[in-house]
């Protein structure tokens, strides 16, 4: 049974490009969160995506950034327009129910490390 | 909205010693709180986990104790091992609530010296 699979591990881009983060759920799971890791820093929440649905980007910034979970195919984290301060780690979980919580917890991909040049 | 606090940031213990990691929430609604061990260059994983009904959870030589009253959790590892090294992260969040995404705690560098 894979886990949640994220790629690229690594993506260096250029101040301006578009950086694309895709992740697979784990088999089963319908549900997806996106999370930001800064060096030295926890992980900060983006957005949660089921099926075709946003369902909270609360945490996601209202430029730039956009993320879809399509019914065929990985979720994509999009950022467009890339600048330094997105250099990051960017991981994926995902979840078989809505809540986080007990008989439902986290799992998480191992991020994709994006560096703008 | 929740709010979780980490304690300490690094930590240092002898090869068979006790680690304590502490964390403090700020939601009373909060009823779910897992902690996760992340290994240089991989994803958290998750190695414990609470609900708010308990007041403490065992397994092996990990351990985790909740305190609703004065909203504060706390991860403990007895007989460490150098392989127990890495970067622990406590999370809160209300499970069945509005608010059900995990808020993490900024973390714990825990270093076990053979």
């Known amino acids: 049974n894979a886990g949640v699979m994220q790629n690229p591990r690594h993506l260096v881009r250029r101040r301006g490009q578009e950086a694309r983060l895709r992740c697979s759920p784990m088999k089963g799971h319908s549900h997806v969160y996106w999370y930001r890791q800064l060096p030295e820093e926890g992980l900060k929440f983006m957005v949660y995506?089921?099926?075709?649905?946003?369902?909270?980007e609360s945490g996601m910034p209202k430029e730039r950034f956009s993320a879809e979970f399509p019914k065929e195919g990985p979720s994509i984290l999009r950022i467009q327009q890339v600048v330094r301060g997105d250099s990051a780690a960017y991981f994926c979980?995902?979840?078989?129910?809505?809540?986080?919580?007990?008989?439902?917890?986290?799992?998480f991909g191992n991020g994709t490390r994006l560096t703008v040049t | 909205g929740e709010n979780v606090e980490q304690h300490p940031s690094t930590l240092s213990v002898q090869e068979g010693d006790s680690a304590v990691i502490k964390c403090t929430y700020s939601d009373s609604a909060s009823n779910y709180f897992p902690w996760y061990k992340q290994e240089l260059g991989k994803g958290p994983q998750l190695i414990i986990d609470i609900r708010s009904n308990v007041g403490e959870k065992k397994d092996q030589r990990i351990a985790v104790t909740l305190n609703k009253t004065a909203k504060h959790f706390s991860l403990h590892i007895t007989e460490t091992q150098p392989e127990d090294s890495a970067v622990y992260f406590c999370?809160?969040?209300?499970?069945?609530?509005?608010?059900?995404?995990?808020?993490f705690g900024k973390g714990t560098k825990l270093s076990v010296k053979p």
């Open positions: 999370a809160a969040s209300n499970y069945g609530g509005s608010q059900g995404n995990l808020i």
């Open positions: 995506l089921q099926k075709e649905n946003i369902i909270d």
């Open positions: 979980a995902s979840s078989p129910r809505r809540e986080t919580g007990y008989n439902s917890p986290l799992h």
